[in-house]
């Protein structure tokens, strides 16, 4: 519409600029025959059938003739009434008006996006709250929103309603009770003479400390029920208060470890059939013991692996960093970050090696 109105502007006024050196008679000739000719159009056409007009035609005409009075109008000969060409136009100004003066965003104004994310942080740090709920605390905050708002930005979100959010998972439970959990598991490696050797750590959920509780080609029950009682000592001196203890349904495992640790007020929790990720940290540590240390070195016998696993248990608890913790070790704190740009610009970092140079630890240089 818009290409078809400009080119009949365009040509329109090439036709007036044609008329400015016409005289008066010849205007007068022309329009009389140009009346002529539309009272032979609408004699063939008949009163019954309608001539269309193109939007842009109907644009064209009221624009060209609203500048007349009404009276004017009323004299020229035209295939529609006067009152059409005067609708035309009034049609035209109200979808301008309307097109220029509507608003940016019809309806409520958003909510501000600090109070949107302050009300998806709630239902997050709470998953038995509900909507209403949740505009109650705003409401003690001082924030006025609707309840229906805190609904709908709910809903927006993929947020399932209270009831279907409270139930309590396995990953909910390991972190809100993480203080008062153990989980312990076996490792098997090969030394170079091709005997296995049976590992058995244990990792505290909260600290992510990890202690080596021994190695043996042997995994009597004897052996494993003095391994706990090692442990159960340990935690003692270190003031640990562990309540739980996460492990597998190993048969290594003697039916009497459970008995030795109740007797210190620490409960058993088994994992699931074919379900490691109910004891994900212990396997997460396991993976990293292989993948940091046995898989990049040769251990020649039992003495050799424990003595592997012993510097591997203080790197791992004195040096390395932790996501879970914020990049600090088990056993060591985040230093404060240097602000001093002299000492940024003059760095002198040194390197120490353990195991041969498998483990690598920096430090600043005194």
Known sequence: MLLRLAYLTIANAFAALRLLSMSDRDKDVEVLVLRHQIAILERQLGADTRVRFAPEDRAFLAALLTSLPREALRRLRLLVRPDTVLRWHHDLMRRHHARTCRPTRPGRPPT??????????LVRENPGWGYRRVHGELTTLGIKVAPSTVWEILRQAGLD??????????????????????ACDFIETVTLSGERQYVLAAIEHATRRVRVLGTTAHPSASWVIQAFRNLVMDLDDAGCRARFLIRDRDGKFPALIDEVLA?????????????????????????????????????????????????????????????????????????????????????NVRRRDRLGGILHEYSHAA
């Open 112 to 121: 501000v996006r600090s109070i949107r994310a302050l009300i998806l942080r």
């Open 161 to 182: 309603p209270a009831p279907e959010r409270a139930s309590t998972t396995w990953a909910d439970f390991l972190r809100s009770q993480a203080d008062a959990l153990l």
């Open 263 to 347: 007797e210190a007020g620490i409960t058993t929790v088994l994992t699931g059939i074919r379900m490691p990720r109910m004891n994900s940290i212990m396997e997460r540590w396991v993976q990293s013991c292989r993948r940091e240390l046995l898989d990049r070195c040769l251990v020649w016998n039992e003495r050799h692996l424990r003595h592997t696993l012993r510097e591997y248990e203080h790197f791992y608890n004195q040096h390395r960093a932790h996501q879970a913790l914020n990049q600090a070790a088990p056993l060591r704190t985040v230093p404060d970050p240097i602000t001093d740009p002299e000492r940024i610009d003059d760095l």
